[in-house]
Protein backbone atom coordinates (compact mmCIF):
# COMPACT_ATOMS: atom_id res chain seq x y z
CA UNK A 1 0.00 0.00 0.00
CA UNK A 2 1.37 3.65 -0.67
CA UNK A 3 1.17 5.81 1.76
CA UNK A 4 -0.97 8.99 0.87
CA UNK A 5 1.11 11.41 2.59
CA UNK A 6 1.52 15.06 2.12
CA UNK A 7 4.91 15.02 -0.46
CA UNK A 8 6.79 18.03 1.91
CA UNK A 9 5.53 15.43 4.95
CA UNK A 10 7.77 12.30 4.10
CA UNK A 11 10.79 11.85 6.07
CA UNK A 12 9.42 14.51 8.67
CA UNK A 13 9.91 13.85 12.24
CA UNK A 14 6.91 15.21 15.18
CA UNK A 15 8.54 18.00 17.46
CA UNK A 16 9.79 17.32 20.43
CA UNK A 17 12.24 17.56 23.08
CA UNK A 18 13.43 14.97 25.00
CA UNK A 19 11.24 13.90 28.54
CA UNK A 20 13.50 12.17 30.52
CA UNK A 21 13.30 11.57 34.35
CA UNK A 22 16.37 13.19 35.48
CA UNK A 23 17.11 15.24 38.68
CA UNK A 24 17.31 19.03 36.75
CA UNK A 25 14.92 19.15 34.09
CA UNK A 26 15.83 22.51 32.43
CA UNK A 27 15.33 21.82 28.48
CA UNK A 28 11.62 23.00 28.00
CA UNK A 29 10.95 26.22 29.86
CA UNK A 30 8.64 24.85 32.40
CA UNK A 31 7.80 26.20 35.37
CA UNK A 32 9.97 23.94 38.12
CA UNK A 33 7.57 24.61 40.96
CA UNK A 34 4.75 22.25 41.65
CA UNK A 35 0.96 24.07 41.99
CA UNK A 36 1.03 25.30 45.69
CA UNK A 37 -1.90 23.28 47.33
CA UNK A 38 -4.62 25.64 47.59
CA UNK A 39 -4.29 25.61 42.99
CA UNK A 40 -4.82 21.59 43.44
CA UNK A 41 -7.52 21.81 45.87
CA UNK A 42 -9.33 24.49 43.53
CA UNK A 43 -8.55 22.72 40.57
CA UNK A 44 -9.76 19.20 42.15
CA UNK A 45 -13.32 20.89 42.90
CA UNK A 46 -13.44 22.44 39.63
CA UNK A 47 -13.07 19.76 37.68
CA UNK A 48 -15.08 17.75 40.02
CA UNK A 49 -18.50 20.28 39.19
CA UNK A 50 -17.11 19.76 35.77
CA UNK A 51 -17.11 15.94 35.69
CA UNK A 52 -21.03 15.87 36.68
CA UNK A 53 -21.85 17.58 33.48
CA UNK A 54 -19.72 15.58 31.26
CA UNK A 55 -22.75 13.95 29.40
CA UNK A 56 -22.74 17.63 28.02
CA UNK A 57 -20.38 19.33 25.15
CA UNK A 58 -18.87 22.53 26.95
CA UNK A 59 -19.38 26.39 26.76
CA UNK A 60 -18.06 26.08 22.77
CA UNK A 61 -17.19 30.03 23.29
CA UNK A 62 -15.50 29.47 26.40
CA UNK A 63 -17.02 32.82 27.75
CA UNK A 64 -16.38 32.53 31.56
CA UNK A 65 -12.76 31.55 31.10
CA UNK A 66 -11.92 34.54 28.63
CA UNK A 67 -13.82 36.74 30.88
CA UNK A 68 -11.76 35.69 33.53
CA UNK A 69 -8.82 35.91 31.03
CA UNK A 70 -9.48 39.63 30.41
CA UNK A 71 -9.70 40.49 34.23
CA UNK A 72 -6.28 38.50 34.56
CA UNK A 73 -4.69 40.68 32.17
CA UNK A 74 -6.09 43.71 33.60
CA UNK A 75 -4.45 43.29 36.79
CA UNK A 76 -1.28 41.95 35.47
CA UNK A 77 -0.38 44.39 32.56
CA UNK A 78 -3.22 47.27 33.49
CA UNK A 79 -5.38 46.11 29.91
CA UNK A 80 -8.35 46.94 31.38
CA UNK A 81 -9.46 47.90 28.33
CA UNK A 82 -10.12 44.31 27.21
CA UNK A 83 -13.71 42.45 27.37
CA UNK A 84 -14.72 38.87 26.62
CA UNK A 85 -14.96 39.42 23.00
CA UNK A 86 -11.19 40.65 22.90
CA UNK A 87 -10.20 37.30 24.28
CA UNK A 88 -9.48 33.94 22.61
CA UNK A 89 -8.10 30.57 24.17
CA UNK A 90 -7.12 27.44 23.11
CA UNK A 91 -5.08 24.25 23.89
CA UNK A 92 -1.99 25.93 24.57
CA UNK A 93 -0.87 29.02 22.67
CA UNK A 94 0.58 26.73 20.21
CA UNK A 95 -3.11 25.77 19.13
CA UNK A 96 -3.98 29.61 19.58
CA UNK A 97 -1.13 30.27 16.89
CA UNK A 98 -2.12 27.42 14.68
CA UNK A 99 -5.67 28.87 14.46
CA UNK A 100 -4.36 32.36 13.22
CA UNK A 101 -2.41 30.49 10.60
CA UNK A 102 -5.72 28.42 9.80
CA UNK A 103 -7.25 32.30 9.30
CA UNK A 104 -4.46 34.82 8.75
CA UNK A 105 -2.27 32.45 6.51
CA UNK A 106 -2.67 29.82 3.99
CA UNK A 107 -1.93 29.20 0.27
CA UNK A 108 0.09 32.17 -1.52
CA UNK A 109 0.62 33.92 1.69
CA UNK A 110 3.41 34.18 3.77
CA UNK A 111 4.11 34.61 7.77
CA UNK A 112 7.67 36.50 8.22
CA UNK A 113 9.78 36.46 11.76
CA UNK A 114 13.28 36.93 12.57
CA UNK A 115 15.27 34.29 13.74
CA UNK A 116 16.70 32.75 15.69
CA UNK A 117 13.33 32.20 17.36
CA UNK A 118 10.64 29.73 18.15
CA UNK A 119 11.35 26.29 16.45
CA UNK A 120 7.40 25.88 15.84
CA UNK A 121 6.92 28.76 13.66
CA UNK A 122 7.56 26.78 11.13
CA UNK A 123 5.84 24.13 11.56
CA UNK A 124 2.56 26.20 11.90
CA UNK A 125 3.20 27.44 8.45
CA UNK A 126 4.00 23.83 6.97
CA UNK A 127 0.77 22.25 8.40
CA UNK A 128 -1.28 25.15 7.04
CA UNK A 129 0.17 25.52 3.70
CA UNK A 130 1.82 28.94 4.60
CA UNK A 131 5.30 30.03 2.98
CA UNK A 132 7.33 31.13 6.62
CA UNK A 133 10.76 33.57 5.64
CA UNK A 134 12.81 34.81 8.36
CA UNK A 135 15.06 37.40 8.34
CA UNK A 136 18.01 37.17 10.99
CA UNK A 137 18.22 39.08 14.13
CA UNK A 138 21.32 41.14 15.21
CA UNK A 139 24.39 39.64 16.76
CA UNK A 140 23.15 40.38 20.22
CA UNK A 141 19.92 39.16 19.18
CA UNK A 142 17.95 41.97 19.35
CA UNK A 143 15.73 42.99 16.20
CA UNK A 144 17.14 45.35 13.54
CA UNK A 145 14.10 47.40 13.34
CA UNK A 146 14.71 49.43 10.20
CA UNK A 147 15.70 46.06 8.32
CA UNK A 148 12.87 44.48 9.65
CA UNK A 149 10.86 46.92 8.51
CA UNK A 150 11.88 46.77 5.04
CA UNK A 151 11.46 42.74 5.21
CA UNK A 152 7.74 43.68 6.08
CA UNK A 153 7.65 45.72 2.73
CA UNK A 154 9.70 43.23 0.86
CA UNK A 155 8.18 40.13 1.62
CA UNK A 156 4.48 41.12 2.11
CA UNK A 157 3.09 38.98 4.62
CA UNK A 158 -0.13 38.52 5.99
CA UNK A 159 1.41 38.00 9.27
CA UNK A 160 4.83 38.77 11.45
CA UNK A 161 5.36 37.25 14.23
CA UNK A 162 8.15 38.26 17.10
CA UNK A 163 8.07 36.01 20.57
CA UNK A 164 9.06 38.95 23.26
CA UNK A 165 10.58 37.61 24.86
CA UNK A 166 11.60 35.66 22.08
CA UNK A 167 12.60 32.24 22.60
CA UNK A 168 15.86 30.59 22.68
CA UNK A 169 17.55 33.85 23.24
CA UNK A 170 15.31 36.11 26.08
CA UNK A 171 15.43 39.19 24.54
CA UNK A 172 12.41 41.30 25.05
CA UNK A 173 11.11 44.07 22.07
CA UNK A 174 11.07 47.64 22.89
CA UNK A 175 7.35 49.14 22.41
CA UNK A 176 9.40 51.22 19.74
CA UNK A 177 9.77 48.63 18.01
CA UNK A 178 6.95 47.17 18.07
CA UNK A 179 5.19 50.16 16.97
CA UNK A 180 7.26 50.28 13.88
CA UNK A 181 6.52 46.73 12.84
CA UNK A 182 3.31 47.68 13.47
CA UNK A 183 3.57 50.75 11.19
CA UNK A 184 5.51 48.91 8.31
CA UNK A 185 2.40 46.17 8.29
CA UNK A 186 -0.70 48.62 7.81
CA UNK A 187 0.87 49.70 4.87
CA UNK A 188 0.63 46.10 3.44
CA UNK A 189 -2.04 46.11 1.11
CA UNK A 190 -3.45 43.07 1.04
CA UNK A 191 -3.50 43.37 5.08
CA UNK A 192 -0.91 42.18 7.76
CA UNK A 193 -1.52 41.40 11.40
CA UNK A 194 1.65 41.95 13.57
CA UNK A 195 1.36 38.73 16.16
CA UNK A 196 3.29 39.58 19.48
CA UNK A 197 4.11 35.67 21.26
CA UNK A 198 4.21 36.68 24.87
CA UNK A 199 4.55 33.30 26.44
CA UNK A 200 6.98 34.68 28.82
CA UNK A 201 5.87 38.17 29.45
CA UNK A 202 5.28 38.02 33.38
CA UNK A 203 9.30 36.88 33.73
CA UNK A 204 9.83 40.54 31.95
CA UNK A 205 11.96 43.02 34.38
CA UNK A 206 9.91 45.46 35.75
CA UNK A 207 9.59 48.42 33.59
CA UNK A 208 9.85 46.32 30.53
CA UNK A 209 6.47 46.97 29.06
CA UNK A 210 3.58 44.33 27.57
CA UNK A 211 2.35 45.06 23.86
CA UNK A 212 -0.77 44.84 25.22
CA UNK A 213 -0.72 48.47 26.18
CA UNK A 214 -1.02 49.35 22.14
CA UNK A 215 -4.02 47.12 21.69
CA UNK A 216 -6.51 50.19 21.51
CA UNK A 217 -4.68 52.24 19.10
CA UNK A 218 -3.73 49.45 16.85
CA UNK A 219 -6.34 47.44 15.18
CA UNK A 220 -3.53 45.13 13.30
CA UNK A 221 -1.55 44.03 16.58
CA UNK A 222 -2.43 40.55 18.46
CA UNK A 223 -0.74 39.88 21.76
CA UNK A 224 0.00 36.41 22.63
CA UNK A 225 0.41 34.59 26.48
CA UNK A 226 -0.16 31.01 27.74
CA UNK A 227 -1.05 29.39 31.32
CA UNK A 228 2.25 26.98 30.57
CA UNK A 229 4.70 29.04 31.90
CA UNK A 230 3.82 31.78 34.87
CA UNK A 231 0.88 29.57 35.78
CA UNK A 232 2.87 26.44 36.14
CA UNK A 233 0.41 24.73 34.27
CA UNK A 234 1.98 23.11 31.00
CA UNK A 235 0.18 19.93 31.54
CA UNK A 236 -3.18 22.10 31.52
CA UNK A 237 -2.54 23.66 27.78
CA UNK A 238 -4.33 26.59 28.38
CA UNK A 239 -3.07 29.58 25.27
CA UNK A 240 -5.01 32.59 25.15
CA UNK A 241 -4.20 35.70 22.64
CA UNK A 242 -5.95 39.40 22.61
CA UNK A 243 -7.23 41.32 19.63
CA UNK A 244 -9.50 43.04 18.30
CA UNK A 245 -13.53 41.56 18.80
CA UNK A 246 -13.43 41.55 14.66
CA UNK A 247 -9.70 39.17 14.79
CA UNK A 248 -11.23 36.90 17.36
CA UNK A 249 -14.27 36.61 15.39
CA UNK A 250 -12.19 35.58 12.67
CA UNK A 251 -10.55 32.93 14.58
CA UNK A 252 -14.18 31.43 15.61
CA UNK A 253 -14.46 29.94 12.55
CA UNK A 254 -11.64 28.17 11.90
CA UNK A 255 -11.88 26.50 15.43
CA UNK A 256 -13.26 22.91 15.79
CA UNK A 257 -16.14 22.98 17.75
CA UNK A 258 -15.96 22.45 21.45
CA UNK A 259 -12.17 22.56 21.16
CA UNK A 260 -11.46 23.27 24.54
CA UNK A 261 -13.09 20.81 27.11
CA UNK A 262 -15.06 21.50 30.24
CA UNK A 263 -12.47 20.02 31.90
CA UNK A 264 -9.76 22.61 30.34
CA UNK A 265 -11.80 25.28 31.02
CA UNK A 266 -12.40 24.63 34.46
CA UNK A 267 -8.95 23.97 35.38
CA UNK A 268 -7.89 27.51 33.95
CA UNK A 269 -10.65 29.21 35.58
CA UNK A 270 -9.49 27.72 38.83
CA UNK A 271 -5.99 28.17 38.75
CA UNK A 272 -6.66 31.80 37.66
CA UNK A 273 -8.37 32.77 40.84
CA UNK A 274 -5.24 32.05 42.17
CA UNK A 275 -3.12 34.66 40.21
CA UNK A 276 -1.43 36.55 42.62
CA UNK A 277 -0.85 33.39 45.19
CA UNK A 278 1.05 32.22 41.58
CA UNK A 279 2.76 35.45 40.92
CA UNK A 280 4.88 34.78 44.45
CA UNK A 281 6.66 31.69 41.98
CA UNK A 282 7.11 33.85 38.93
CA UNK A 283 8.73 36.31 41.45
CA UNK A 284 11.26 33.67 42.58
CA UNK A 285 11.98 32.35 39.17
CA UNK A 286 12.83 36.04 38.19
CA UNK A 287 15.49 36.42 41.04
CA UNK A 288 16.89 32.86 40.41
CA UNK A 289 17.31 33.85 36.81
CA UNK A 290 19.24 36.71 37.78
CA UNK A 291 21.89 35.43 39.97
CA UNK A 292 22.24 32.51 37.17
CA UNK A 293 22.68 34.95 34.29
CA UNK A 294 25.56 36.96 36.76
CA UNK A 295 26.83 33.46 37.77
CA UNK A 296 27.15 32.64 33.71
CA UNK A 297 28.47 35.93 33.11
CA UNK A 298 31.21 35.96 35.91
CA UNK A 299 32.41 32.22 34.38
CA UNK A 300 33.65 34.06 31.30
CA UNK A 301 30.10 33.17 29.10
CA UNK A 302 28.43 35.63 26.74
CA UNK A 303 24.69 35.55 28.32
CA UNK A 304 21.90 36.84 25.97
CA UNK A 305 19.97 39.69 27.66
CA UNK A 306 16.91 37.23 29.22
CA UNK A 307 13.17 38.54 30.22
CA UNK A 308 11.80 35.03 30.45
CA UNK A 309 12.55 31.86 32.38
CA UNK A 310 16.09 30.52 30.75
CA UNK A 311 19.06 31.77 29.79
CA UNK A 312 20.91 31.08 26.45
CA UNK A 313 24.68 30.92 27.33
CA UNK A 314 28.10 30.03 25.16
CA UNK A 315 30.11 30.08 23.05
CA UNK A 316 31.19 26.13 23.58
CA UNK A 317 33.45 24.48 20.93
CA UNK A 318 31.65 21.77 21.22
CA UNK A 319 28.08 22.20 22.87
CA UNK A 320 26.87 18.82 22.26
CA UNK A 321 29.78 17.09 24.38
CA UNK A 322 28.58 20.22 27.18
CA UNK A 323 25.10 18.36 26.76
CA UNK A 324 26.30 14.97 27.27
CA UNK A 325 28.19 15.56 29.79
CA UNK A 326 25.61 17.48 32.13
CA UNK A 327 23.02 14.82 30.87
CA UNK A 328 25.30 12.63 32.70
CA UNK A 329 25.37 14.48 35.99
CA UNK A 330 21.18 14.59 35.72
CA UNK A 331 20.69 17.78 34.46
CA UNK A 332 18.90 18.55 31.41
CA UNK A 333 19.18 21.61 29.19
CA UNK A 334 18.35 22.17 25.41
CA UNK A 335 20.78 22.31 22.46
CA UNK A 336 19.43 25.30 20.51
CA UNK A 337 19.97 29.00 19.20
CA UNK A 338 23.31 29.00 16.97
CA UNK A 339 26.21 26.93 16.98
CA UNK A 340 28.07 27.15 20.15
CA UNK A 341 24.91 28.14 22.66
CA UNK A 342 22.78 26.10 25.06
CA UNK A 343 19.74 27.24 26.36
CA UNK A 344 19.04 26.50 30.07
CA UNK A 345 15.49 27.31 31.63
CA UNK A 346 15.61 28.11 34.95
CA UNK A 347 14.68 25.46 38.11
CA UNK A 348 14.52 25.78 41.69
CA UNK A 349 17.78 27.21 43.83
CA UNK A 350 18.42 23.34 44.35
CA UNK A 351 18.27 22.49 41.09
CA UNK A 352 20.10 25.54 39.42
CA UNK A 353 22.93 24.70 42.49
CA UNK A 354 23.15 20.82 40.51
CA UNK A 355 23.13 22.63 37.29
CA UNK A 356 25.87 25.36 38.14
CA UNK A 357 28.19 22.22 39.47
CA UNK A 358 28.09 20.15 36.59
CA UNK A 359 28.86 22.28 34.44
CA UNK A 360 31.53 23.06 35.99
CA UNK A 361 32.69 19.54 36.41
CA UNK A 362 31.98 19.14 32.51
CA UNK A 363 34.15 22.60 31.45
CA UNK A 364 36.46 21.74 33.91
N1 LIG B 1 5.52 30.49 22.20
C1 LIG B 1 6.77 30.36 22.66
C2 LIG B 1 7.74 31.44 22.37
C3 LIG B 1 7.15 29.22 23.38
O1 LIG B 1 8.40 29.08 23.79
C4 LIG B 1 6.18 28.21 23.65
C5 LIG B 1 6.49 26.96 24.43
N2 LIG B 1 7.74 26.56 24.57
C6 LIG B 1 4.90 28.39 23.14
C7 LIG B 1 4.61 29.54 22.43
C8 LIG B 1 3.84 27.34 23.28
O2 LIG B 1 3.48 27.12 24.57
P1 LIG B 1 2.10 26.46 24.98
O3 LIG B 1 1.52 25.79 23.78
O4 LIG B 1 2.44 25.51 26.07
O5 LIG B 1 1.24 27.59 25.42
Known amino acids: MTLPLRPDLEGLKPYGAPQLDVE ?3 NVNENPYLPP ?16 SLNRYPDRDAEGLRGDLAAYLASESDAD ?18 HLHQAFGGPGRKVLSFAPTYSMYPEYARDTLTEYVTFPRSDDFTLDVDAAVAAIAEVQPSMVIVASPNNPTGTALPLDHTVALLEAADKVEA ?3 VVVDEAYAEFRHVGVPSALSLLPTQPNLVVSRTMS ?26 RLPYHLSAVTQATARAALAHARELQAQV ?22 DTDANFALFGPFEDREKVFEGLLERGVLIRVTGPEGWLRVSIGTPQEMALFRSALLEVTA
Open 283 to 304: AEIRAERDDTVAWLTAQGYTVA
Open 24 to 26: ARL
Open 37 to 52: DSVVDSIATAVRKAAS
Open 191 to 193: GCL
Open 81 to 98: FLRTENLWAANGSNEVML
Open 229 to 254: KAFAMAGGRLGYLAASAEIVDALQIV
